[in-house]
């Protein structure tokens, strides 16, 4: 895992996020937080699932601290999330641009839940948290949907297909 790589996974996460949240800043408050379905119940609490790991992993790596883990209630509305969002987004990318090929070989360490100690090498707990938000937003995209919003499709060769200006099909 290079850092080219990472920087590639997480272009491709914002850039799907971006296409979510073109769909979730239109949704009521009410479908916002609606418990539909899922490990997480709504879209804000999957969608705070999901920007909470990443920020987590960044901050366990390195890059600033998250704090707490973030609690869906401090993000009532869609333009909430999608602001913090874009902060983290922001904090990732500095931070990526700043590692050295032999950072990510390096372990971090860290505890788990239980506060048992962790260690792995950064390029790959980072590779983690890209992964762990490409399975996440296809939850989304099905609850989503469930409200009768189509977000459209987000999969890895429509990202490589846009960035080409070409169809994917």
Excluded at 12 to 40: C, H, K, M, P
Excluded at 70 to 88: C, G, H, M, N, Y
Excluded at 90 to 114: G, I, P, V
Aim: with cysteine; glycine share 8%.
């Amino acid at each position: 895992m290079t850092r080219q790589d990472l920087e590639g996974l997480f272009d491709y996460g914002y850039w799907a996020n971006q296409r979510l949240f073109a769909v979730i800043a239109q949704l009521t408050q009410e479908e916002f937080t609606r418990s539909i379905a899922g490990s997480y119940g709504s879209i804000r609490n999957t969608l705070v699932h999901i920007l909470s790991a990443e920020a987590g992993w960044l901050d366990r790596c390195g890059g600033p601290k998250r704090g707490p883990r973030l609690k869906p209630e401090d993000f009532p509305t869609p333009e909430s999330i999608i602001q913090a969002w874009l902060r983290v987004e922001a904090s990732l990318r500095d931070f990526l641009a700043t590692l050295q090929e032999d950072d990510l070989t390096r372990d971090a360490e860290y505890q788990n839940d239980r506060g048992e100690p962790r260690r792995m090498p950064r390029g790959e707990l980072m590779q983690h948290a890209a992964i762990h938000g490409v399975h996440h937003r296809g939850q989304v995209a099905l609850l989503l949907r469930s409200l009768g919003h189509a977000p459209g499709n987000f999969d890895l060769i429509f990202y490589h297909a846009d960035r080409r200006g070409i169809p994917a099909f």
